[in-house]
């Protein structure tokens, strides 16, 4: 057997820069051909150059020969890490026969500024005396340096923290490829900074570094209570450590001998678009030999007071370009540009003409009856880019520090020769790594599929926000959390909400309260309601994503550190509901409950007359995330070792269950309410005894009847009803839903062109048009959390919560639902899972990877007198099969890892 180790990463990283992790987790997967494949040992090398990564000479930490079963699971365990340093590093592996595997090929990583005082520079900035309007925001700023080097540059580091957004050039040359750095955090805690490796971009002599201030998350507009900012002006600290091959140091850093000037880009804000003149453009300001006599001394600010923090993540970047499909012209000179998709990022443009021209581009996801740009639903958001041209030949014009939600955008003053082929659509996101890959023969489930990972990467951009056109874009945790499983399918999500949940923990309240968004934006429209209905603290499914996602983290990636880092913000959550609520009832008004179910909708189009619709009531929905929270608290501490909080908040939870019981369950099991979300939140959150679920199911199963089958869920009972039946073995009834073409149902805004999928089950019905202009997005994630149903259900790859991070791995997929062939895999923390099956002519063709080191348990449906086969044998007795069960419907088999092909006949 041949064991292999691969695919190393730090921090959920591969060779990240500048972070500031002192024991930084170090990951990796095995890989062989063989079946059965398992880790029992490991030994790690850490080393300060690849020359001395050599075993017996490595000189920083040697992890020595590690008894442990579970593969990329080591935290540094060396001397303290040095601030600035790279470190190289290489892992091996034995065994189950402890048999040792080659070492790796090495990776690395490098610690950013550990201190406060390794940073020598000043905060400086150009202060803009414009006020902004929507219309016409501030202008950007540009900041530049000169230095001198002098001999051979072994090492060469800048750091960039900026309160605002920014493009880094040094001698010209844009370093990095990222946009809208750095990170949106709360500022007035935390900031994000960056490490770039600028070796190869330095010269011997005269140097120049370089930098475009925007406005970003900082100090423009944000969320959607008005022009609630978190400073005035951008502003950035920067430092350069320069390592010569002589061993000697040098350091540049930013101060007010570096000068200052407004530009060419005279207006930007994310939200609300930006204003670029061709003809104030200075040509090589980003270069050393730029004459800067006439720009002004930049301007110092006080120092920042919060936390400075490597960054943790990937960058947002564009991670492809799209062509339009079509360029419809319109009269007064203007054209709809049709991208064939709603996508999130900005148009790359080709124009030409006189010098002066103005070019306006806006932008939008629908188009209304009369063909034009629906923008009715952006509320304040403009969405609006302006580019004064200068009379070039043929100029090219693409934003820097906004970006736009769209799908269709109007471009006016391009000329009457403008084609389609002049535009691109470069998209944008955090840059995270494709996970999930899933075809069916359901060409209109594809298209479901491929809309969930576009609203996907369209709202992953820093924080995972709710929607990315309208002046909102913030991070809601309710949304989140129901939306996490799917995420975490469809991409490696794991850096991104190792990054999110420190801003949930950032904006917990004194009171212990989570808040409804993170990064929280403080005020008196958001934290006190202000004219608002709601003051976004503390709301049921909501607040709860503070416990909710560090379990699934844990779950799903087997992260302890995230459960030991968000541990007291999570105990301080059931404190403060439990002082709240000393009776266990959790009735607080007032809350966002099961947020956009259908009982308002009573009697729209596709639905029966007859057809029932009441909202969740609040007491019973929140009760339920209150014991839901409670036990996994309970489950997490235990985790930890905190076996004392573990069997008190376990005993929590069985007061509180009982309490739900007591005000709102029947005799019959009937709860209050009534509603179809309600028995799937019961069922999901075991706030049911045994003898009351089977009731449950079929009361759902009544609901759905009655309603033309037809869901009336909102978001949170969305995630749950289609794995409820399931689990409760109706998945015949979850396939119904799912493949129900009629208002309301995913597969309903499939067939009206949807590419991306919408906030509301109604934002357009033929009957009606669009709905609630104030409040619909065409953009937005929640409802997609069916990903995750078909994933589980459909693909059949499940975690197993007992040996989380698919160490061992639940294998059912649910044939029927009209599918032939299914096709799914999912890279997971432990390496790639396939499960793809076919029915030809009623027979089952079932084929199944499983990683080195994990262990899976399969159920093969069968019927009566059918086989199971595999490598020409009986499943059973096939290699790599380690158990086996028989029952008159399914065979259900334990098998290591390896790559298995079953055969019913």
Request: include cysteine; charge should be negative; charged fraction near 25%.
């Amino acid at each position: 057997m041949t064991l292999r180790v691969v695919g190393l990463r730090t921090e959920y990283m591969h060779d990240p820069s500048g972070i500031d992790a002192l024991r930084p987790r170090l990951g990796w997967l095995l890989d062989s051909d063989a079946r059965g494949a398992a880790q029992s040992a490991f030994r790690v090398l850490v080393a300060s150059e690849p020359a001395l990564l050599e075993e017996g000479s490595a000189d920083v930490w040697d992890s020595g020969k590690v008894r442990s079963d579970r593969p990329g699971c080591a935290a540094y365990g060396g001397p303290r890490l040095q601030s600035g340093r790279r470190y190289v590093w290489k892992a091996k592996a034995w065994d189950q026969d402890d048999c040792e595997s080659q070492w790796s090929e090495p990776a690395s990583w490098s610690m950013g500024m550990l201190s406060r005082g390794d940073w020598k520079g000043r905060w400086i900035g150009l202060k803009s005396s414009h006020k902004p309007t929507r219309e016409q925001p501030k202008p950007a700023v540009c900041l530049r340096g000169t230095f001198r080097t002098s001999g051979r540059i072994r090492r060469a580091v800048v750091y960039c923290a900026v309160l605002g957004a920014y493009e880094l050039y040094a001698n010209g040359k844009r370093i990095a490829d990222g946009t809208l750095l750095p990170e949106w955090t709360d500022y007035g805690i935390r900031l994000q900074y960056q490490a770039f490796d600028v070796t190869d971009s330095l010269g011997d002599g005269d140097n120049a570094l370089a930098l475009l201030l925007g406005h970003g998350w900082y100090s423009g507009y944000i969320g959607m209570f008005g022009y609630q900012r978190y400073g005035q002006d951008p502003r950035a600290l920067l430092q350069l450590n320069i390592e010569y091959e002589d061993g000697s140091l040098q350091s540049v850093v930013s101060g007010t001998d570096w000068k200052a000037s407004f530009g060419a880009l005279l207006a930007t804000d994310f939200h609300m678009g930006e204003t670029y003149d061709a003809r104030l453009e200075q040509e090589g300001w980003t270069e050393a030999g730029f004459d800067d006599g006439e720009w002004q001394p930049a301007q110092r600010f006080y120092d920042y007071k919060g936390s400075l923090n490597g960054a943790v993540m990937p960058p947002i970047r564009s991670v492809m370009t799209l062509a339009p499909a079509a360029a419809t012209r319109r009269e007064a000179g203007r054209y709809i540009v049709d991208m064939g998709q709603n996508m999130v990022g900005r148009l790359r443009l080709r124009l030409a003409g006189p010098a002066g021209s103005i070019v306006t581009v806006r932008h939008g996801e629908m188009l209304d009856a009369n063909g034009e740009l629906y923008t009715d639903n952006l509320r304040l958001t403009r969405q609006t880019d302006t580019f004064i041209l200068g009379g070039g030949e043929r100029e090219q014009f693409e934003p820097h520090f906004t970006l736009h939600g769209f799908r269709y955008a109007e471009i006016s003053g391009c000329g009457d020769d403008f084609d389609a082929s002049d535009a691109i659509g470069v998209v944008y996101s955090t840059a995270l790594t494709a996970a999930g890959f899933m075809t069916t023969s359901n060409p209109l489930l594809n298209r479901l599929l491929r809309n969930i990972e576009w609203t996907q990467r369209g709202n992953f951009v820093s924080v995972p926000t709710d929607c990315p056109q309208r002046d909102e874009r913030l991070g809601w945790s309710g949304d989140a959390q129901v939306f996490f499983r799917t995420a975490c399918y469809c991409m490696d999500a794991a850096p991104f909400f190792t990054k999110w949940l420190t801003d949930l923990t950032d904006a917990q309240r004194p009171t212990g309260a989570f808040t409804d968004f993170a990064p929280f934006i403080a005020g008196g429209k958001t934290e006190h309601g202000g004219d608002m209905t709601y003051d976004h603290t503390a709301s049921a499914g909501w607040g709860d994503a503070g416990i909710l996602v560090p379990w699934m983290m844990y779950q799903v990636y087997g992260d302890t550190t995230v459960i030991e880092r968000h541990y007291d913000a999570m105990a301080r959550w059931i404190a403060f509901l439990s002082e709240r609520h000393p009776g266990h009832l959790r009735e607080d008004l007032p809350q966002f409950g099961d947020w956009l179910s259908l009982a308002e909708a009573h009697g729209r189009s596709g639905l029966p007359n007859t057809a029932k619709f009441s909202t969740t009531p609040y007491d019973v929905f929140g009760t339920a995330y209150y014991a839901h929270s409670a036990d996994l608290l309970s489950r997490m501490a235990a985790v930890i070792g905190r076996t004392e909080d573990a069997e008190r908040y376990a005993d929590l939870f069985g007061e509180i269950k009982a309490a739900f019981k007591a005000a709102f369950v029947d005799e019959i099991g009937r709860i209050k309410g009534d509603t179809q979300s309600a028995y799937a939140l019961a069922l999901a959150m075991k706030l049911l005894p045994e003898r009351r679920r089977e009731y449950a199911v079929r009361r759902i199963l009544e609901l759905l009847e009655e309603n033309g089958w037809h869901m009336t869920t909102g978001i949170h009972g969305t995630k749950h009803l289609l794995a409820e039946l399931a689990e409760a073995g109706r998945e015949d009834a979850a396939y119904r839903l799912l493949n129900q073409q009629e208002y309301p149902s995913w597969f309903y805004s499939v067939l009206q062109g949807a590419t991306t999928i919408w906030e509301r089950w109604d934002g357009w019905t033929e009957e009606r048009g669009f709905q609630r202009p104030g409040m619909n997005s065409f953009n937005h994630y929640a409802l997609g959390a069916v990903g995750e149903w078909l994933y589980r259900y459909v693909g059949g790859i499940d975690l197993d919560e007992e040996r989380p991070g698919f160490r061992h791995i639940r294998i059912r997929p649910r044939i029927g639902g009209g599918l032939d062939r299914v096709e799914c895999r999912y890279d997971s923390i432990a390496g790639p899972i396939r499960c793809s099956w076919r029915l030809t002519d009623g027979r089952l063709e079932l084929e199944i990877g499983v990683p080195a080191g994990s262990t899976a348990s399969v159920r093969i449906p069968r019927g009566e007198g059918q086989r199971v086969i595999e490598s020409g044998v009986d499943a059973a007795k096939a290699p790599g099969v380690t158990a086996a069960e028989e029952t008159d419907a399914a065979l259900l088999l334990s098998i290591g890892s390896g790559v298995y092909r079953f055969v019913v006949e």
